[in-house]
């Protein structure tokens, strides 16, 4: 595990692959930087980031609203 002078945990930052502190010392942990922080918070705010759906496992769950039409994916 790399650590600074200061004995803290370094980590790779998630949005630029540099160093950064892992300690309450870091107010932008576990990114090196509010720059980096803020390019990650934007790309979450402009949906370039997403979590894909699971597909429903109920296959009722898999019919239109009324009952009838299947939902198309």
Do not use: Y
Request: charged share 25%; with cysteine.
């Amino acid at each position: 595990m790399k650590k600074n002078a200061q004995g803290e945990r370094l980590v790779r930052c998630p949005q630029c692959g540099g160093d950064s502190v892992f300690a309450p010392s870091n107010k932008w942990r576990p990114f090196c930087s509010e720059r980096c922080r803020q390019i990650d918070l934007g790309a979450w705010a402009s949906e370039s980031f997403r979590v894909p759906a699971a597909p429903p496992q109920d296959p009722d769950e898999m019919l239109g609203t009324d009952g009838g039409e299947p939902l198309r994916h």
